[in-house]
T-cell receptor, first 115, second 114 residues
Framework: AQKVTQAQTEISVVEKEDVTLDCVYE???????LFWYKQPPSGELVFLIR??????QNEISGRYSWNFQKSTSSFNFTITASQVVDSAVYFC????????????FGSGTRLLVRP | SQTIHQWPATLVQPVGSPLSLECTVE??????LYWYRQAAGRGLQLLFY??????ISSEVPQNLSASRPQDRQFILSSKKLLLSDSGFYLC?????????????FGPGTRLTVL
């Protein structure tokens, strides 16, 4: 069975602090995909990144970076120099290789960045 | 470019009333379509998905149903709403032709059942 765990329910930081959101996944598939989505207060899910299981290279996009480690089944997300606009709920998700491409979501981490 | 629409944006319905939520996608053909529900303060649960017209797969047994009458239209329905149907309903799409496995989400419908 596939499962995604985001153990941090809520994180509060002061602006300009770095923050890491943890994501641990379980799957028996050898080929799979991992995602991060951002849900601002408006509710819409915004796609941030997709990683396939064969690409363990870390990625950086501006203040965002992702650390994918198959050895620990983790796909962590770091925001450097956080800003108030980063306040949102962040979801990690997993999909396998069946034709549905359905997503299994973690329970989300609510990030509050205080000025 | 592709866009996804959902309506209505918000809805307040009494228990026992019917429901119809609509999702349409523009700028693509033969997409995979998905309905997710997010209960208050919780994660997202996949309800239905469709890989083509008239093809519906249900993930969670409940009093909801889905239909896909047209290629880019996905409808979520109920004959009689329950209090537990309250939540935020999100539609998502994924290109039908391979190349990407990324789902893109609509703006959502916030449903309150009283």
């Amino acid at each position: 069975a596939q499962k995604v765990t985001q153990a941090q329910t809520e994180i509060s930081v002061v602006e300009k602090e770095d923050v890491t959101l943890d994501c641990v996944y379980e799957t028996r598939d050898t080929t799979y995909y991992l995602f991060w989505y951002k849900q601002p207060p408006s509710g819409e899910l915004v796609f941030l990144i997709r990683r396939n299981s064969f690409d363990e290279q870390n990625e950086i996009s501006g203040r965002y970076s992702w650390n994918f480690q198959k050895s620990t089944s983790s796909f962590n997300f770091t925001i450097t120099a956080s800003q108030v606009v980063d306040s949102a709920v962040y979801f990690c998700a997993l999909s396998g290789r069946d034709s549905s491409y359905k997503l299994i979501f973690g329970s989300g981490t609510r990030l509050l960045v205080r000025p | 470019s592709q866009t996804i629409h959902q309506w209505p944006a918000t809805l307040v319905q009494p228990v026992g009333s019917p429901l119809s939520l609509e999702c349409t996608v523009e700028g693509t053909s033969n997409p995979n379509l998905y309905w997710y529900r997010q209960a208050a303060g919780r994660g997202l649960q996949l309800l239905f998905y469709s890989v083509g017209i008239g093809q519906i797969s249900s993930e969670v047994p409940q009093n909801l149903s889905a239909s896909r009458p047209q290629d880019r239209q996905f409808i979520l329905s109920s004959k009689k709403l329950l209090l537990s149907d309250s939540g935020f309903y999100l539609c998502a799409w994924l290109p039908g032709t391979s190349g990407t496995d990324t789902q893109y989400f609509g703006p959502g419908t916030r449903l309150t059942v009283l």
